[in-house]
């Protein structure tokens, strides 16, 4: 199979390795070559690294790494039956790229977008033939994260999201047929890990270094919230929160946090700039969890820990109520794509719904803020 990658940037050669990994001829092609040149760099070192550790072949790699071919032109994707898009998030930028490639791949060549927060639907009314086009959403880095989220947009053609799972699966993914919402799975249901979390230590309730311990003594996450932001980017994981609570007409339940805006405005992003939440001047300590210790702490970590994993459960409940995948698609994409402990709903099962519904009114009662209002399936799951 012959496909196509736009954007040789840091998902677009993570794509190519899974694609040219699982044997598909693979068409690379970035506006700037220089980055191709670079990507391409790397990843003949991540496919040396795997041949040291003995993960793959010395010919294996030479195989992965001859199936990518570095393209000056958009041209030269014209014989490809699948194009996925990964250049910069911007929607007139990538209409500008699809139109003109629509005018050089064959009637049958299937189009997509690894857009993290563009409506499908608004890329692909774009297009001459727009059944053809559909979101296929890896995940950083794409060649260890099993997650795939496969959107199809109101145009999609019926059977198309089908056929892209299944060659999802034949890539070695994890794909999960996700509707085109705002921040689809993940990125929708995981905001109040952030969320809330900003919103504890902006209202003096606890520091980073408690929520970050109570997530995960109390809740095994392999990383706490403000551990996570400063990896992610603290810009990044802000304009992720904009755009989805812009997308959802200000919904206040996914209302931005000052404090993120100030931290991206000071340019104090986390690991890329050596400063966050953390300081990672020194040595890149990894933190370790730390069991509460006093009564104090105690009840600090179990306040901590019920707020953030309600909100959290109440959001996949709520999805569930969507429909915006099916319940195993909302378990696994939390587990696959974010490395979540456990899925939401089966931990709100574990915790008693009717338990994570009182910690929400609590909430709402204190509050007074639709920020805590509740899926309408909570009370009746
Ligand atoms: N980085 C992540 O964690 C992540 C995760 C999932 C999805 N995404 C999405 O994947 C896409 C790419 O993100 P990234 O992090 O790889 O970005 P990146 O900045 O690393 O790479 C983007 C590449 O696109 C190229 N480019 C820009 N305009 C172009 C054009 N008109 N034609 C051809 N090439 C062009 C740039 O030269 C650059 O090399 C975005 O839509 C982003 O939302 C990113």
Not at 62 to 69: C, M, Q
Not at 91 to 117: A, R
Not at 250 to 271: F, H, I, N, T, V
Not at 320 to 340: F, P
Request: neutral net charge; charged residues 25%; hydrophobic residues 40%.
């Amino acid at each position: 199979m012959f496909i196509g990658i736009i954007g040789s940037g840091t998902m677009g050669i993570g794509i190519a390795q899974v694609a040219a990994t699982s044997g598909c001829e693979v068409f690379l092609y970035d506006a700037n070559s220089a980055q191709t040149e670079k990507s391409l760099l790397n990843l003949k070192q991540t496919l040396q690294k795997l041949v040291s550790k003995q993960k793959i072949s010395v010919e294996k790699s030479e195989e992965i790494f001859n199936r990518i071919k570095a393209c000056s032109n958009l041209s030269d994707l014209k014989d490809c039956d699948l194009v996925i898009e990964a250049i910069i998030e911007n929607k007139e930028i990538k209409t500008k790229v699809f139109q003109d490639l629509e005018g050089i791949v064959s009637e049958k060549c299937i189009i997509s977008s690894n857009t993290s927060s563009i409506s499908i639907t608004s890329l692909q009314a774009e297009l001459k033939k727009p059944e053809r086009f559909i979101g296929i959403h890896f995940f950083n880095p794409a060649p260890i994260m099993p997650l795939v989220e496969v959107i199809p947009g109101l145009l999609t053609k019926e059977k198309l999201a089908q056929e892209i799972y299944s060659l999802m699966e034949t890539w070695g993914k994890i794909p999960v047929i996700a509707k085109d919402v705002p921040g689809f799975i993940v990125n929708r249901i995981a905001r109040p890990f952030y969320g809330e979390a900003l919103r504890l230590v902006e209202e003096n309730i606890a520091t980073p270094e408690q929520v970050d311990d109570a997530m995960r003594s109390l809740g095994n996450f392999k990383m706490g919230p403000f551990e996570l932001m400063d990896l992610i980017g603290i810009d990044i994981n802000f304009s992720v929160t904009k755009t989805v609570y812009q997308d959802y007409f200000y919904d206040p339940k996914y209302k931005p946090s000052l404090l993120q805006q100030r931290m991206s405005e000071a340019k104090l992003l986390g690991r890329k700039t050596g400063k966050g939440f953390y300081d990672y001047s020194d040595q890149m300590k990894e933190p370790s969890a730390r069991s509460p210790e006093t009564v104090e702490d105690k009840n600090l970590y179990s306040k901590i820990f019920m707020r953030i994993i309600s909100m959290l459960i109440n959001e996949a409940v709520e999805a569930k109520r969507l429909g915006i995948a099916n319940d195993d698609g909302l378990e696994l994409a939390m587990q696959k794509g974010v490395n979540y402990p456990k899925g939401l709903l089966a931990w709100g099962k574990e915790i008693g719904f009717s338990k994570i519904s009182e910690t929400l009114q609590n909430l709402y009662e204190e509050y007074q803020e639709e920020r805590y209002r509740q899926s309408p399936l909570l009370k009746k799951i």
